[in-house]
């Protein structure tokens, strides 16, 4: 194994570090490393490779950059692709003229050059050049050897960084479509150009699955893969995800085969209370959480949850369409947000807003729980011809809703959350399906690509005055991105 790295600290467009942000308007698409470090692998670098590779995740602030909003990158910004621009959330409480490239993704009018575009892609592409140097570590006998790492931790750590190299993968096939497919570190000027030329989507879809396939070979049994650190990648969430693939891919009996593979695990519930989920007190001990990034306070370097100070400062607000969603009593809305104190408690991670202003917090972000694959499972059946059995799931699902202890500790009063009619047809079933989503998961960073993936966010969206046009289905490749491929990166048509 070469000892000779470059060090991935640049972006060509498709990375982007702080310490070479002039030179990232120089450079072409690929070239990740002006300079060249010289590194001896150790067992602990090799495992903070792994480790580095979960923190695109997070929602820490300045991971890329020292308030760099016109990059797209002060946090990670799903809030705002996938939540303001949906039908679910308004930039602000108060509508201000701060930071107007959100207010252009909610409005649909923003062109390539957005913020928010640049930002994600930059996030995504990190995290997957991180998740190949530690791969290529991983996977070198001789490296493995020379550190001494034992057979079934380098095994667990192949199956979590095959995972993340799939989940970034999936963020990006989802938002552009075909997109440049790295594989293994940049090493050369030859191979920066080679890997700027978007690939078929097809192309990117097989090796999110290859991946996920290695992942689940990998990961060890168990609803933990690891019980001193939870939070690490367990076989749960590599089989959710296959099911997640699946669902957007519509091959809806796969859905079914990988979910009930999961469900015959017995690793997850439904949390008799709704907000356990989300409760800082209760992390890595509910029973719902399937995948979830670990913000922790009091860390060097930083690792709370910076959203949170987004809050304090006004940003990211239901919008009137999602609170007038619910139906009465339902306990899930006052567990979501706090319309007259302005707090979003899912983010918070509890009801009493200490958290609001607190770019440290604790507070996970949860990507993947069992309420969102129960809703996977009841869409594929509804889709497959079993109509009843989907809406059963549905019928669970709010259940558990129900049932939960109301925000001021009393019960949801008789006639709360009614079952659905099993006797439906499948349009009614399907709108049941949708609704259920939207409430359940509201304001979870799903919205958006829910309302693509069923082909109607332009019904949706417009109804709404968002201005959603078919091009809109993807968004556009980052124009800077594109400028410094020499156009070996191509748009998406409309852009």
Same mark, same amino acid.
């Given at each position: 194994?070469?000892?000779?790295?470059?060090?991935?600290?640049?972006?060509?467009?498709?990375?982007?570090?702080?310490?070479?942000?002039?030179?990232?308007?120089?450079?072409?698409?690929?070239?990740?490393?002006?300079?060249?470090?010289?590194?001896?692998?150790?067992?602990?670098?090799?495992?903070?490779?792994?480790?580095?590779?979960?923190?695109?995740?997070?929602?820490?602030?300045?991971?890329?950059?020292?308030?760099?909003?016109?990059?797209?990158?002060?946090?990670?910004?799903?809030?705002?692709?996938?939540?303001?621009?949906?039908?679910? =959330?308004?930039?602000?409480?108060? /509508?201000? #003229?701060?930071?107007?490239?959100?207010? &252009?993704?909610?409005?649909? $009018?923003?062109? %390539?050059?957005?913020?928010?575009?640049?930002?994600?892609?930059?996030?995504?592409?990190?995290?997957?050049?991180?998740?190949?140097?530690?791969?290529?570590?991983?996977?070198?006998?001789?490296?493995?050897?020379?550190?001494?790492?034992?057979?079934?931790?380098?095994?667990?750590?192949?199956?979590?960084?095959?995972?993340?190299?799939?989940?970034?993968?999936?963020?990006?096939?989802?938002?552009?479509?075909?997109?440049?497919?790295?594989?293994?570190?940049?090493?050369?000027?030859?191979?920066?150009?080679?890997?700027?030329?978007?690939?078929?989507?097809?192309?990117?879809?097989?090796?999110?699955?290859?991946?996920?396939? =290695?992942?689940?070979?990998?990961? /060890?049994? #168990?609803?933990?893969?690891?019980?001193? &650190?939870?939070?690490?990648? $367990?076989?749960? %969430?590599?089989?959710?995800?296959?099911?997640?693939?699946?669902?957007?891919?519509?091959?809806?009996?796969?859905?079914?085969?990988?979910?009930?593979?999961?469900?015959?695990?017995?690793?997850?519930?439904?949390?008799?209370?709704?907000?356990?989920?989300?409760?800082?007190?209760?992390?890595?001990?509910?029973?719902?959480?399937?995948?979830?990034?670990?913000?922790?306070?009091?860390?060097?370097?930083?690792?709370?949850?910076?959203?949170?100070?987004?809050?304090?400062?006004?940003?990211?607000?239901?919008?009137?369409?999602?609170?007038?969603?619910?139906?009465?009593?339902?306990?899930?809305?006052?567990?979501?947000?706090?319309?007259?104190?302005?707090?979003?408690?899912?983010?918070?991670?509890?009801?009493?807003?200490?958290?609001?202003?607190?770019?440290?917090?604790?507070?996970?972000?949860?990507?993947?729980?069992?309420?969102?694959?129960?809703?996977?499972?009841?869409?594929?059946?509804?889709?497959?011809?079993?109509?009843?059995?989907?809406?059963?799931?549905?019928?669970?699902?709010?259940?558990?809703?129900?049932?939960?202890?109301?925000?001021?500790?009393?019960?949801?009063?008789?006639?709360?959350?009614?079952?659905?009619?099993?006797?439906?047809?499948?349009?009614?079933?399907?709108?049941?399906?949708?609704?259920?989503?939207?409430?359940?998961?509201?304001?979870?960073?799903?919205?958006?690509?829910?309302?693509?993936?069923?082909?109607?966010?332009?019904?949706?969206?417009?109804?709404?005055?968002?201005?959603?046009?078919?091009?809109?289905?993807?968004?556009?490749?980052?124009?800077?991105?594109?400028?410094?491929?020499?156009?070996?990166?191509?748009?998406?048509?409309?852009?």
């Amino acid at each position: 194994m070469k000892t000779i790295y470059k060090v991935l600290i640049g972006t060509t467009g498709l990375l982007m570090a702080t310490s070479c942000m002039d030179q990232m308007d120089k450079d072409p698409i690929g070239l990740l490393t002006p300079d060249i470090v010289n590194t001896s692998p150790t067992l602990n670098s090799v495992q903070y490779s792994v480790t580095s590779s979960y923190q695109m995740l997070s929602n820490t602030l300045n991971l890329l950059g020292d308030w760099a909003w016109d990059a797209g990158t002060v946090t990670r910004n799903d809030f705002v692709l996938y939540d303001i621009g949906s039908d679910d =959330a308004d930039k602000k409480w108060n /509508p201000d #003229g701060d930071q107007p490239w959100m207010d &252009e993704v909610h409005n649909y $009018s923003f062109i %390539a050059s957005n913020a928010a575009f640049s930002g994600i892609w930059s996030y995504l592409y990190e995290g997957i050049a991180r998740a190949n140097l530690a791969l290529s570590y991983l996977n070198d006998d001789e490296t493995i050897a020379t550190i001494e790492m034992d057979a079934a931790t380098r095994k667990r750590l192949l199956g979590e960084t095959y995972f993340l190299r799939a989940f970034y993968y999936f963020d990006l096939v989802t938002n552009f479509g075909g997109v440049p497919l790295m594989v293994n570190p940049i090493n050369d000027f030859d191979e920066a150009y080679q890997v700027a030329a978007r690939e078929d989507k097809e192309v990117v879809w097989k090796q999110i699955n290859d991946d996920l396939a =290695a992942a689940l070979a990998n990961i /060890p049994e #168990g609803k933990y893969a690891s019980n001193e &650190e939870r939070w690490r990648v $367990s076989q749960g %969430a590599v089989l959710a995800m296959q099911a997640k693939v699946a669902l957007y891919n519509k091959d809806f009996d796969k859905v079914k085969e990988v979910i009930a593979t999961l469900e015959g695990k017995n690793y997850y519930q439904l949390n008799a209370n709704y907000f356990d989920s989300f409760s800082v007190h209760r992390e890595f001990q509910d029973d719902e959480v399937i995948f979830a990034y670990d913000h922790q306070e009091f860390m060097t370097p930083a690792n709370g949850n910076g959203l949170c100070a987004l809050l304090g400062w006004g940003f990211f607000a239901p919008s009137a369409s999602l609170i007038a969603a619910f139906e009465p009593n339902d306990p899930r809305k006052d567990y979501t947000f706090n319309v007259e104190d302005r707090l979003i408690y899912k983010v918070l991670g509890d009801t009493n807003g200490d958290n609001q202003g607190n770019e440290d917090s604790p507070s996970n972000r949860i990507y993947i729980r069992y309420a969102d694959v129960l809703l996977w499972k009841a869409e594929a059946l509804i889709e497959t011809g079993d109509i009843p059995g989907g809406i059963r799931v549905i019928n669970a699902v709010r259940e558990r809703a129900r049932n939960t202890i109301q925000i001021d500790g009393t019960t949801a009063p008789a006639g709360t959350l009614t079952d659905r009619s099993t006797t439906a047809t499948k349009d009614q079933a399907l709108e049941w399906l949708r609704h259920e989503r939207r409430v359940e998961l509201a304001l979870e960073s799903h919205r958006l690509r829910d309302l693509k993936r069923w082909g109607i966010a332009k019904q949706v969206l417009n109804a709404n005055g968002q201005g959603f046009e078919d091009r809109n289905y993807l968004f556009p490749i980052p124009q800077r991105d594109i400028n410094k491929s020499g156009g070996l990166l191509t748009q998406n048509t409309g852009y």
